[in-house]
């Protein structure tokens, strides 16, 4: 059974930094590009940010850009996104998922495999 599993949310103040986790397992993704994408509530699904497959190319939604890192380490099945300056308008629920292809894409119709969310509320 393929699983995605997030960890590393939770509540914080205005300015400082989290990194989420996302541990894969069932099948490796070594081949496949890794992206998150956040909800909040009342909101549509929103793309975060991509890497490639090798993790030679990311990137990233405009509301983020500068600020977010993504990364992977596909020895160990994970992939990571790296916050900072975290801003309440951050707040939501973060997802990660695998895309169907090496290449990345910021629609969610190119990911199948989604992980159940983790938490991130960030206060002023």
Not at 8 to 22: A, E, K, T, W, Y
Not at 27 to 43: D, H, I, L, V, Y
Not at 56 to 67: A, E, H, L, M, N
Not at 75 to 87: E, G, I
């Amino acid at each position: 059974q393929v699983q995605l599993v997030e960890s590393g949310g939770g509540l914080v103040q205005s300015g400082v930094s989290l990194r989420l986790s996302c541990a894969a397992s069932g099948r490796t993704f070594s081949s496949n590009a890794m992206g998150w994408f956040r909800q909040a509530p009342g909101k549509e699904r929103e793309f975060v940010a991509a890497i490639t497959w090798s993790g030679g190319v990311t990137y990233y939604g405009d509301s983020v850009k500068g600020r977010f890192t993504i990364s992977r380490d596909n020895a160990k099945n994970t992939v990571y996104l790296q916050m900072n300056s975290l801003k309440p308008e951050d707040t939501a629920v973060y997802y990660c998922a695998a895309g169907d292809y090496p290449a990345y894409y910021s629609g969610t119709s190119y990911y199948s495999y989604w992980g159940q969310g983790t938490q991130v509320t960030v206060s002023s």
